[in-house]
């Protein structure tokens, strides 16, 4: 396949077919189909691009790695294999974008570009405690990914912080590896579902402290004790060797207020319509990963609707319906 040129890029002041928002799994899976259909792509990857995964180290569950790939090395080669079918990259913060006619146009701190089909890749980030030690043990203990990092606290005590079901779940797959998971409230009850919360309840595994709040998380190289504050000011030290923050992630959809339909949380709401599943309020934008997907947040899913996404805005192009 050497030499060949997957699609002619369009002369200055034209539309590209494609353009996506993003630099995460979502943004070069749609890439990759786009490109390989033939689609002139643009990927406009904001400054700090690579996404969540540049702030992990083992990545242990995306397939065709036997042996693991650490985050940054994943998403790396990523962008590799989408510029390897040309798709053009920039690492360009989109600060505004104008969806009311096609084709559409985005601004970045850079440049004014233009597209007949976009795809919003830009994925969420933790909502985090902001509370001392936090950053610098961020992957040293303190996570917000038990489904990614669980394993890693095999025989160890871990804390949960939060009252959701995000939070429930937390706790519960981190039962299967840890001796102990203590859940920190700052309320006397769960916000999560009922059935959430009797699960929950009835593992011996699993202890709550209500009504308190994490005020700082200690360690040299590694967590090793979570400092907590109970509603009367009273601190007391909780050694744990793991830290799962679980308040919540904000999407980053910013820019696309007014533009596309947002849910109550601000994620953009994805429809199913015409045959496209991944379809947003605007005919022509489609969305991908963790800015739609509060529920799975994972690179392989997240990678998996890049490719509907990408798959689906060539039919767009094509004004073919999709015939999934
Ligand atoms: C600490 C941690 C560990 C994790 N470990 C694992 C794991 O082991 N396995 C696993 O499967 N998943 C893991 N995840 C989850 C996984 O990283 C995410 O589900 C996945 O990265 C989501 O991909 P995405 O493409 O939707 O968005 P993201 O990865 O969030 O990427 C979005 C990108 O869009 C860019 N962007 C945002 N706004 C703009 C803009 N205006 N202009 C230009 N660019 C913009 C951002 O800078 C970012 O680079 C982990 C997450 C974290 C936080």
């Known amino acids: ?41 643009l990927i406009l990857g904001g400054a ?17 790695f036997p042996e693991g790939i650490q ?15 040309d798709a053009e990259f920039k690492a360009e913060d989109v600060v505004s974008v104008d969806f009311s006619s096609n ?14 089909a976009v795809i919003i890749g830009t994925g969420a980030g933790t909502h985090w405690l902001g509370v001392p ?42 039962t299967k590896y840890a001796t102990s998971v203590t859940i920190i409230h700052r309320r006397d009850a769960f916000r999560a579902s009922q059935a959430m919360q009797q699960k929950v309840l009835a593992n011996k595994k699993i202890n709550v402290i209500w009504n308190s709040e994490v005020t700082e998380f200690v360690g040299g190289d590694k967590l090793e004790k979570v400092i907590v504050k109970d509603k009367d000011g009273k601190a007391a030290e909780l050694p744990a060797e793991g830290a799962f ?10 820019i696309f207020k007014g533009q596309v339909e947002l849910d109550e949380k601000g994620y953009v709401k994805r429809y199913e319509k015409d045959g496209y599943k991944m379809a947003t309020s ?9 800015v739609h997907d509060f529920h799975y947040r994972q690179a392989v899913t997240a990678a998996g609707f890049g490719c509907m996404a990408g798959m689906e805005a060539l039919k767009h192009l094509d004004k073919e319906p999709p015939n999934y």
Request: charged residues 25%; hydrophobic residues 40%.
């Open 1 to 41: 396949m050497e030499n060949t040129k997957f699609f002619e890029k369009p002369q200055e002041g034209q539309p590209w077919d494609v353009a996506i928002i993003g630099s995460g799994p979502s943004a070069f899976s749609a890439a990759v189909y786009s490109t390989r259909g033939a689609a002139s792509t």
């Open 48 to 64: 700090n691009w690579g996404g969540q995964l540049m702030l992990t180290t083992d990545v242990d569950n995306y397939p065709g």
């Open 71 to 85: 985050g940054p090395e994943l998403v790396a080669k990523m962008r590799a294999q989408a510029e390897r079918f």
């Open 103 to 116: 084709p559409f146009k985005l601004k970045t701190d850079a440049g004014e570009y233009s597209a007949n």
């Open 133 to 174: 030690g936090e950053e610098k043990l961020r992957g040293r203990g303190v996570s917000s990914c038990a489904p990614c990092d669980a394993p890693f606290f095999k025989e160890k005590r871990v804390v949960v912080v939060g009252g959701g079901d995000s939070a429930m779940e937390e706790a519960l797959v981190l």
């Open 245 to 254: 923050v679980a308040i919540g992630h904000v999407p980053a959809t910013e």
């Open 282 to 290: 605007k005919e022509g934008v489609f969305v991908a990963g963790d």
